[in-house]
T-cell receptor
């Protein structure tokens, strides 16, 4: 069965520091992977996605993620965070087009930014 | 502009009453989803539909019902059987195949 694990519930970094949010997945075939961001009381916004091809994908707001098949990981990175990046981040996998397939989300990582 | 509209943004109901949350999309997406979000629990799937007139239970379907009579609409009814209905509800849609989901802005339901 598909699953997504985000090991860190909370992450705190200083403004201007680099960021890496971890995501591990379990899937029987080549996965389709996503990172979303959610501000308080809002819906989720897609940051980036990986379907195939180049394993380093660029997204919006200066974020990037790297797909590593050998480690079953899809970690999100940003070289220098801004106070406006404080939010909750969700990693997701799927669907693959079968009738019963659905998008599976991790439990999220809340990012706190220190001034 | 294309997108997903959830209404209302805030909803209050008395315990024991059924309530229906609206979700409309004009993206021409075949698949639609309902998620429940509680603090610290991420997104939990309630129901999803890959095509009109068909839907499947998600992980926490008990106490909820849905219909998919039109491609653009996927309303969620929270019934009196749902033991703890106060939560933030998110609707999403996606095209068929391997594509991302687009989310509405959510409805915060408070049952008193």
């Amino acid at each position: 069965a598909q699953s997504v694990t985000q090991p860190d519930i909370h992450i705190t970094v200083s403004e201007g520091a680099s960021l890496e949010l971890r995501c591990n997945y379990s899937y029987g075939a080549t996965p389709y992977l996503f990172w979303y961001v959610q501000s308080p009381g809002q819906g989720l916004q897609l940051l980036l996605k990986y379907f195939s091809g180049d394993t380093l994908v660029q997204g919006i707001k200066g974020f990037e993620a790297e797909f590593k098949r050998s480690q079953s990981s899809f970690n999100l990175r940003k070289p220098s965070v801004h106070w406006s990046d404080a939010a909750e981040y969700f990693c997701a996998v799927g669907p693959v087009g079968n009738r019963d397939d659905k998008i599976i989300f991790g439990k999220g990582t809340r990012l706190h930014i220190l001034p | 502009d294309g997108g997903i509209t959830q209404s209302p943004k805030y909803l209050f109901r008395k315990e024991g009453q059924n309530v229906t949350l609206s979700c409309e999309q004009n993206l021409n997406h075949d698949a639609m989803y309902w998620y429940r979000q509680d603090p610290g629990q991420g997104l939990r799937l309630i129901y999803y539909s890959q095509i009109v007139n068909d839907f499947q239970k998600g992980d926490i379907a008990e106490g909820y019902s849905v219909s998919r009579e039109k491609k653009e609409s996927f309303p969620l009814t929270v019934t009196s059987a749902q033991k703890n209905p106060t939560a933030f509800y998110l609707c999403a849609s996606s095209a068929t195949g391997n594509t991302e989901a687009f989310f509405g802005q959510g409805t915060r339901l408070t049952v008193v």
